[in-house]
């Protein structure tokens, strides 16, 4: 038979520790009675965990009052609430763990978006005074000889400079390839971070033909040169030459770009052949005092006007008419403020809907616990008394919930920093800011009182009425809940339905190529390489070789312009029979490129042949069209076999179109597709170029040996960045996949929380109305009609909340349309498709409870009653 009382010995020891007297003897009762309950209902060894704790508990919460206990917890009643609140917690585990989780998941994630926002728009900034410096004509690179003339022409500011990122290959016991950025002295000296260990980059260096020196960051210094604090005037190899290492960059310093290990001076030398026509040059400076942006845009449409009076044969009139300046802060931020604003309200509405969810479970709690605390009034028990036991049961959860959040915020700033593309790598967490810290607190602050107050509110409730009436339940579901949950579902949910479809409209355009299976590895030769043609030709055919024999690729090429990742120069085109002026000219994309090019991705010839090894001299021979430039040229008529001059310093020079290609997406993925020309890579000078390799074991196993394969070819060639080419056509949507992603996440974290908090919501009111409800079954309702009344409840309140969604979803969109391409803000399949998801999960929510309220037996709730 089985034992329905607790053991002997653990209840004869209770008595014995607890002494006589009518409340131990109450106490003890009620514990058997208790016992005896959850023994028909588990098995005997859980029952007998329980009875163990519950016995703990009282015997502490007893010893604490006595004369006996120690002075420091004798003289006040805040441990005693404290252990009461763990055996309140204790009491209801499933609860208790579900608010604690609930509450630290919402609190860490709103912990780390704002840590991040903090970290991004007001912690750090790559410039010394980021207000006051300008970035000069955003997404256009300059030369060196125009910045040599514009240096001597601005009058607006006081420091102007350029530079451009490289990767370098540095022995420093090993060969390792590190990001640099080469740049003018002065710009350097307008950085945020300087040099902890002796200067930065200074005029002298840059001189042509001086020393060659170099500036390593605080990390590189750490990690490869052991911290060695006599480094400064040692020589470092980088690309093979030597470099006086003239100063440690302070800690953080790796601007501008995240990563940068680096900084080599900028040497403007006009014997330099790419000193003209390489356009890899990032513009700008910092304003003098007194001058403002206004100022800055006039010197840059002056620079603008010169170029075209002093080359007409290189730069049209109207040059630079949309030449713009864009201050520092917010060229750097630009692409994440809104991404981020957006992400930082998601967050904050899954916080709400999550506290509601909360706020719902404490309701079903103090409902329960009403029977208690009216108990405990009628035996005398003030009301301070227990809104103060009330307060310290909800800072335990408060405290919990905090303890959860940190653990989640850290990992979870990390990880959505590292979401961003890289161009907008300015993206980070400022963990370090008082502001983090105090919206942390404030949040925690926040909980406790939500937590706090639906407990005390229905005590108070509860204890102005009489006794009697406090232990009958009583009222309707609390529809504003799942209104409210609803609502902010449906809000998140269109903002994640738009952003879904517009990347889906960015996936259907036709790129012109397949990035399928694709690998780009980024070289930067070393200088000597582009004084020595005939090397460099020699080292890119020797690794394209040799990338055609790594295990599993299947083509390789070589371009100095990945395809919506890097833009190439424009250059006029001249047709032969019908010459006119450089300035008035057909403009074309010049990609170099190696006769793999073409076969790695998939470009479909139209007519003719591609690129082949024959094209190897000193200057173009022949060149390859695209179908937008062909027809521009020669509508309607054959663009193989007539000759073209692409020279504007020799005009009529006129070399054959050996074939025409499919246009494909150079620079943006919305933009359509312009004239294009590809001449040989073997036929122009290339700082940078990007090897491609197609294989069918994917880019993660092509990149895994790729640096190895460059090293065997020549080891001082550096290997920067390896990336699957459909990551970069993926970046090529800019922040609005990040977002898309980010955005659905929580709107399907928010759908399936809304669902929860009705299930919750409408199971509760069932337990409350069981009477009730047995009543109208003993009387003859029909279950059918009380399941679809209590579904018909849920999914009303829910309907009203879509409604509240729609209307704030459509004043809120406008903040998504830089991110929407080919989808309406307010375009109506959006807001339908939304509405029948949050109703659907509804449905789901409210049959649960409703079924089990049809399939109460009415005899044995009436008899339980």
Not at 408 to 418: E, F, H, I, R, T
Not at 571 to 582: A, L, Q
Not at 635 to 643: D, I, L, N, Q, S
Not at 806 to 834: E, H, I, Y
Request: with cysteine.
């Amino acid at each position: 038979m089985m034992r329905r009382s607790p053991p002997r010995w653990v209840e004869a020891r209770l008595a014995r520790v607890l002494g006589p007297g009518l409340g131990s003897e109450g106490a003890l009762g009620d514990l058997v009675e208790a016992y005896g309950r959850m023994r028909s209902r588990r098995p005997g060894l859980v029952c007998d965990a329980w009875y163990a704790w519950q016995a703990l508990t009282l015997v502490a919460h007893r010893g604490l009052g006595r004369e006996g206990a120690p002075r420091a917890l004798r003289a006040t009643s805040l441990a005693v609430d404290l252990v009461w609140a763990v055996r309140v917690s204790v009491r209801k585990p499933v609860l208790t763990l579900g608010v604690v989780l609930t509450l630290g998941v919402g609190l860490g994630v709103n912990t780390a978006v704002f840590s991040v926002l903090d970290g991004t728009f007001r912690a750090t900034s790559w410039w010394g005074d980021a207000e006051r410096t300008l970035v000069l004509w955003p997404g256009h690179a300059f030369t060196r000889g125009q910045m040599s003339i514009f240096t001597q022409e601005a009058t607006a500011f006081e420091t102007l400079g350029a530079y451009r990122m490289e990767t370098y290959a540095v022995d420093a016991g090993r060969t390792a390839s590190l990001s640099g950025a080469v740049m003018t002295p002065a710009l350097f000296g307008s950085l945020r971070v300087q040099p902890a260990l002796g200067h930065g980059l200074a005029p002298e260096d840059a001189v042509p033909g001086g020393e060659r020196t170099v500036v390593v960051s605080h990390g590189f210094w750490q990690r490869n040169l052991g911290g060695d604090p006599g480094v400064v005037g040692t020589r470092l190899l980088v690309n093979g030459e030597p470099r006086t290492i003239v100063g440690v960059q302070g800690a953080g310093g790796t601007a501008p770009g995240a990563g940068t290990d680096l900084w080599l001076p900028l040497v403007m030398d006009p014997r330099d052949p790419d000193f003209w026509p390489a356009y890899d040059l990032v513009a700008a400076g910092v304003l003098r005092p007194g001058a403002d942006a206004a100022a800055g845009q006039e010197d840059l449409r002056r620079f603008c006007a010169g170029l075209t009076a002093r080359f007409p044969f290189f730069f049209r009139p109207g040059y630079g008419q949309q030449a713009t300046v864009r201050r520092a802060a917010e060229q750097e931020r630009a692409l994440v403020r809104t991404p981020l604003l957006l992400l930082m309200g998601g967050t904050l509405a899954l916080l709400i809907i999550a506290a509601l969810n909360i706020g719902n479970m404490l309701l079903a709690r103090a409902v329960e616990r009403r029977r208690e605390l009216a108990v405990r009034r009628a035996l005398g028990a003030n009301r301070g008394r227990i809104i103060r036991q009330l307060g310290t049961e909800s800072a335990l959860l408060a405290l919990l919930g905090t303890a959860v959040s940190a653990a989640v915020a850290v990992p979870a700033a990390a990880a959505l920093a590292g979401l961003f593309p890289a161009e907008v790598s300015v993206v980070r967490s400022g963990w370090t800011t008082p502001a983090v810290a105090t919206f942390a607190a404030l949040a925690s602050l926040a909980a406790w009182a939500v937590l706090a107050g639906v407990p005390v509110a229905s005590f108070l409730v509860g204890d102005r009425s009489n006794f009697r009436t406090a232990l009958r339940p009583r009222g309707s579901p609390p529809r504003a809940l799942v209104v409210t949950q609803s609502a902010l579902a449906t809000v998140l949910l269109v903002a994640a339905v738009l952003l879904v479809g517009s990347v889906r409209n960015l996936q259907r355009i036709p790129l012109g190529f397949d990035a399928h299976d694709v690998t780009a590895a980024a070289l930067s030769p070393p200088a000597d390489f582009l004084l020595d043609r005939g090397r460099l030709r020699q080292f890119q055919e020797r690794l394209v070789e040799a990338a055609r024999g790594l295990p599993g690729a299947t083509a390789a090429g070589m371009t100095a312009a990945v395809p919506l990742d890097a833009l190439p120069p424009e250059t006029p085109v001249n047709v032969e029979g019908r010459v006119v002026p450089v300035g008035e000219a057909v403009q074309a994309r010049r990609f170099a490129v190696d006769a793999g090019f073409f076969e790695v991705l998939g470009l479909r010839v139209l007519d003719g042949r591609v690129l082949g090894s024959s094209e190897r001299g000193g200057l173009p021979t022949a060149v390859v069209v695209n179908r937008a430039l062909a027809q521009a040229l020669f509508p309607g008529g054959e663009a193989v076999g007539r000759r073209i001059a692409i020279d504007p310093h020799a005009w009529d020079r006129f070399i054959p179109i050996v074939g025409v290609v499919e246009n494909l997406r150079a620079g943006s993925l919305v933009d359509a597709p312009g004239p294009a020309i590809y001449v040989a890579l073997h036929e122009q000078v290339a700082r940078e170029t990007t090897l491609l390799v197609r294989g069918e074991s994917g880019p993660a196993g092509i990149g895994a040996i790729l640096r190895n394969a460059v090293a065997r070819v020549d080891p001082a060639v550096p290997v920067g960045s390896i990336r699957p080419l459909e990551g970069i056509v993926r970046d090529a949507y800019g922040t609005a996949w990040v977002t898309m992603g980010l955005l659905g996440v929580l709107a399907l974290l928010a759908t399936v929380l809304a669902a929860l908090g009705m299930h919750a919501v409408l199971t509760h009111h069932v337990a409350r109305q069981r009477r009730e409800i047995g009543v109208r079954l003993a009387l003859g309702a029909q279950r059918a009609g009380l399941v679809a009344r209590i579904m018909r409840s849920g999914v009303t309140s829910t309907a009203i909340g879509v409604a509240v969604g729609w209307a704030l979803a459509a004043g809120l969109v406008r903040l998504l349309r830089s991110f929407l391409f080919g989808v309406s803000g307010l375009a109506p399949w959006a807001f339908v498709l939304t509405a029948t998801a949050v109703v659907t999960a509804a449905l789901l929510a409210a049959w649960l409870p409703a079924l089990r309220a049809g399939r109460l037996p009415p005899a044995e709730v009436l008899r339980a009653e």
